[in-house]
């Protein structure tokens, strides 16, 4: 069976500092991969998305990045973190069919706070 | 960009009384999802609707896809203290492309309390 991994699941970081959360998926290949951010009692924010290795749509301008080093992982980043980074940053996958909007597996999360 | 509104935001319930969430777009979409993510956790995956018209019953979970594929309901009967979350619906656009292939617009979400 598929399951994603998420971590850290909390996560408190200062100003100006950097960040790097990490998500991976077993037991799927060549899936779908989303990065999400979820503010305080908000709805869902699509940051990234990933239909394979090394290729990343970005949804929003901000200073965030990700990546896709491997097939089943896939990195969200920042060099500088802002007060506005804060929130709730999910990760999920889904089976990747041309035309397709298949269902969207979600990690745990990991709530950060940037002080 | 498109956007998928959902009303209401908030909807307080007695336990026993029904709730209805609606999702609306101003584009025909090829699906729509439907998710639900209790306090403190992860959105979890409960339907999705293709058809036009199409109803999908789930116990007393009632889902609906508008005849023209701009609109979806969620319907309740007997709300139970364990329905308790913020239910959200997820669009699938009508028009794909390879660059937006399984991509998903959710709703702000509707957040449902139960007063047992």
């Known amino acids: 069976s598929q399951t994603i991994h998420q971590w850290p699941a909390t996560l408190v970081q200062p100003v100006g500092s950097p960040l790097s959360l990490e998500c991976t998926v077993e037991?799927?290949?060549?899936?779908?991969l989303y990065w999400y951010r979820q503010a305080a009692g908000r709805g869902l924010q699509l940051l990234f998305y990933s239909v394979g290795i090394g290729q990343i749509s970005s949804e929003v301008p901000q200073n965030l990045s990700a990546s896709r080093p491997q097939d089943r992982q896939f990195i969200l980043s920042s060099k500088k973190l802002l007060l506005s980074d804060s929130g709730f940053y999910l990760c999920a996958w889904s089976v990747h069919r041309a035309g397709a909007h298949n269902e969207q597996f979600f990690g745990p999360g990991t709530r950060l706070t940037v002080l | 960009g498109q956007q998928v509104m959902q009303i209401p935001q908030y909807q307080h319930v007695q336990e026993g009384e029904d709730f209805t969430t609606y999702c609306n777009s101003s584009t025909t979409l090829s699906n729509i999802q439907w998710y639900k993510q209790r306090p403190g956790g992860h959105p979890v995956f409960l339907i999705q609707?293709?058809?036009?018209?199409e109803v999908k019953k789930q116990k007393r979970l009632t889902f609906q896809f508008g005849e023209a594929k701009k609109n979806s309901s969620l319907h309740i009967t007997a709300t139970q203290t364990t329905d308790v979350g913020t239910y959200f619906c997820?669009?699938?656009?009508?028009?794909?492309?390879?660059?937006?292939?399984?991509?998903?617009?959710f709703g702000q979400g509707t957040t449902l309390q139960v007063k047992p």
């Open positions: 997820a669009a699938g656009i009508e028009k794909w492309s390879a660059s937006n292939t399984g991509k998903l617009i």
């Open positions: 037991g799927t290949s060549n899936p779908n």
């Open positions: 609707l293709v058809k036009s018209g």
